[in-house]
C-alpha cells in the first residue's frame, strides 16, 4: 500500500496555510496529563519515597521494599558494559569519545574561563563560570530506551564540570536496557535510578530521603515528563521542553532519492508525531523520492509508525528555487535540517534558523544523533527561532564579578545616587554617597 505523502507547491495558492497545517503541533498542554502531573508532583513533595515507589508500583508495574531498592550501583553499571559484545561496546566508546572531544572543544570556545578588565581608576569588572553543582537527567524508557541520549546529556554535564550527575530511567515491568546502563558508565554518571515519569521528576526537583534535590533536570520524555518538567521550573532549573523530532531536507534535486527516503524514514520512525519534510525545486526529483519511500517502505520494521508519521506531518514541497528553499527553511526553523546539495556552504550561510544542520550528501542526520559528536537534544518546534542545541554552557552558570576601587567609587557613587533619588530610594542613593569622601 503506497503512502498518501502530502505534496505541495509553493507557487500553489493557500500554499503558506498548507505548510503551517504540517508544521501545527501544539506541545501537549492536555489539560488531563497537567492536572496528573501536578498531582503526582505535589504528592511526592509531600510524602517523597512513599510516593515514588507507589507510583512506580502503578504506573512501570515495579514494586519495591524502598527507593534506595532502585537505585543501581556503578558495579552493576560496569557490568551492563562488561556484557556488551565486543563491537557494540567499541561503537559506544567511540561515539561517547566523539561527544566528549565536541563538548570539550565548545567548553573552551564557548567563554567558559570567564572574564576580568581593569578599568583606568583600578575598578575591575567581570564574569566568573561555575558549574552547577548536581544535575538529574531524564532518559526515556517507556516506549523505547535511548542510550544515546544518555550520552548527548550526561558527557556535556560532566565536561562542565557538574560533581554529581543522577540518572532517572523508568524500568516497566522491571526490563533493564543493558545498553542504557553501559552508556551511563562510559558516560560517568554518578547515580541511576530506576524511576521515571512524573514522579521521578517531582524527587530530582523537591528531594526525597533517598534522591537529592538536583539544581536542573535535562533530558526528554513523554507528556506527563513535559508537564512536570514545565511545573518544577523555578524549583529547579530544565533545559527545554522537547517536542517530536523532526527532519527538514532541502535537496537540489542531485542526491540519490533512495538516501533522502531513508533520512525521511529515519525521524519518521521516532513517533508517530515525528515531521519530516522535503523542499527541492525539481518536480521529476521528488517523484522519485516518493517512488523511493514507497518502495522501501515494506522492509522497515517500524512501517506503521513511518506511514503514519508520513501520511499526518511529512511532506514532499516543490519551490521556486533554492533560494526560496532557505527562506521556507527558516519559516520552519527545523530541529534537523539537511542541506543535501552541490556546495552546501553557499546555501548555509542563508539558514539563520536550524537546531542541527547537516552540510553536504554525505551528512546524513542519523550521525547526528549517534556519534558525529554534536549534541542530538535541539530545539524542536519552530524554537531554533530562540533557542540552542543542548550544551556545556547548560551546565554552567555565570556570575557577576565588581570590585569597585576608591576612585572608582566617587564616580560611580554619584551616577548611581542621582539615579536613585529619581527613583524615590533613599537608602540606594545614600548607600552610594556614604562611600563619597
Ligand atoms: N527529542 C529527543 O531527543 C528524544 C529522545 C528520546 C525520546 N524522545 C521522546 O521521549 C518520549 C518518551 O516517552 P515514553 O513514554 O516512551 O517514556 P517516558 O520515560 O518519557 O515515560 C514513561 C513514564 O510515563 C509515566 N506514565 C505513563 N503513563 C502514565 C499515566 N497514565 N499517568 C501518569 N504517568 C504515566 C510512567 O511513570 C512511566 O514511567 C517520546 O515522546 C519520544 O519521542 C525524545
Ligand atoms: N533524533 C533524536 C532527536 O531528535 C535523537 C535520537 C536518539 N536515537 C536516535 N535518534
Ligand atoms: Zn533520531
Known amino acids: 500500500m503506497s503512502i498518501a505523502i502530502r ?19 501544539e506541545a501537549s498542554e492536555d489539560e488531563a496529563i497537567d492536572r496528573a502531573a501536578a498531582g503526582i508532583l505535589a504528592d511526592v513533595k509531600a510524602r517523597g519515597d512513599a510516593a515514588v515507589l507507589e507510583y512506580t508500583q502503578r504506573f512501570d508495574r515495579v514494586q519495591a521494599a524502598s527507593l534506595a531498592a532502585l537505585e543501581i550501583g556503578k558495579d552493576a553499571l560496569q557490568a551492563a558494559l562488561a556484557g556488551l559484545s565486543e563491537t557494540r561496546r567499541a561503537a559506544l566508546q567511540a561515539a561517547a569519545d ?30 566568573k563560570v561555575t558549574p552547577l553543582d548536581r544535575v538529574g537527567i531524564y532518559v526515556p524508557g517507556g516506549k523505547a530506551a535511548y542510550p544515546s541520549s544518555v550520552l548527548m546529556n550526561a558527557i556535556p554535564a560532566k565536561v562542565a564540570g557538574v ?68 511545573r518544577v521550573f523555578g524549583v529547579v532549573g530544565i533545559d527545554m521542553i522537547a517536542g517530536p523530532s523532526e527532519i527538514l531536507v532541502v535537496c537540489d534535486g542531485s542526491t540519490d532519492p533512495d538516501w533522502i527516503a531513508m533520512d525521511l524514514f529515519s525521524q519518521a520512525e521516532h513517533d508517530e508525531l515525528a515531521q519530516s519534510i522535503l523542499l527541492c525545486p525539481d518536480a521529476g526529483y521528488i517523484a522519485k523520492v516518493e517512488a523511493s519511500i514507497n518502495k522501501q517502505l515494506d522492509a522497515m520494521p517500524r512501517k506503521d509508525v513511518i506511514r503514519t508519521s508520513l501520511t499526518d506531518r511529512g511532506a514532499l514541497v516543490k519551490v521556486r528555487d533554492m533560494e526560496e528553499a532557505c527562506e521556507i527553511a527558516n519559516m520552519i526553523a527545523a530541529e534537523h535540517l539537511e542541506i543535501s546539495t552541490e556546495d552546501p556552504q553557499r546555501w548555509a550561510d542563508r539558514i539563520r534558523h536550524a537546531g542541527a544542520m547537516f552540510l553536504g550528501r554525505f551528512s546524513s542526520e542519523s550521525l547526528g544523533d549517534y556519534c558525529a559528536g554534536p549534541n542530538h537534544v535541539l530545539p524542536t518546534s519552530r524554537t531554533a527561532r530562540f533557542s540552542s542545541p543542548l550544551g556545556v554552557y547548560d551546565f554552567q552558570k555565570r556570575s557577576s564579578l565588581i570590585r569597585v576601587s576608591e576612585a572608582g567609587a566617587q564616580t560611580l557613587g554619584k551616577i548611581a545616587a542621582e539615579l536613585a533619588y529619581g527613583e524615590g530610594l533613599q537608602a540606594h542613593a545614600r548607600s552610594a554617597e556614604l562611600r563619597l569622601k
Open 98 to 127: 566523539r561527544v566528549r572531544a565536541y563538548h570539550e572543544r565548545q567548553k573552551k570556545e564557548c567563554g567558559s574561563d570567564g572574564f576580568l578588565y581593569r578599568e583606568a581608576d583600578g575598578t575591575e569588572l567581570g564574569q
Open 163 to 230: 560533581q554529581e550527575v543522577i540518572m532517572v530511567v523508568p524500568t516497566p515491568d522491571g526490563v533493564k536496557n543493558e545498553l542504557v546502563l553501559a552508556a551511563a558508565a562510559i558516560a560517568g554518571v554518578d547515580r541511576v535510578f530506576t524511576i521515571g515519569g512524573a514522579q521521578a521528576v517531582g524527587a530530582l526537583a523537591y528531594g526525597t530521603a533517598t534522591i537529592p534535590q538536583v539544581d536542573k533536570i535535562v533530558g526528554p520524555g513523554n507528556a506527563y515528563v513535559a508537564a512536570a518538567k514545565r
Open 7 to 25: 505534496k505541495l507547491d509553493s507557487a500553489d495558492a493557500g500554499f503558506r496555510d498548507k505548510l503551517s497545517a504540517v508544521l501545527a503541533f
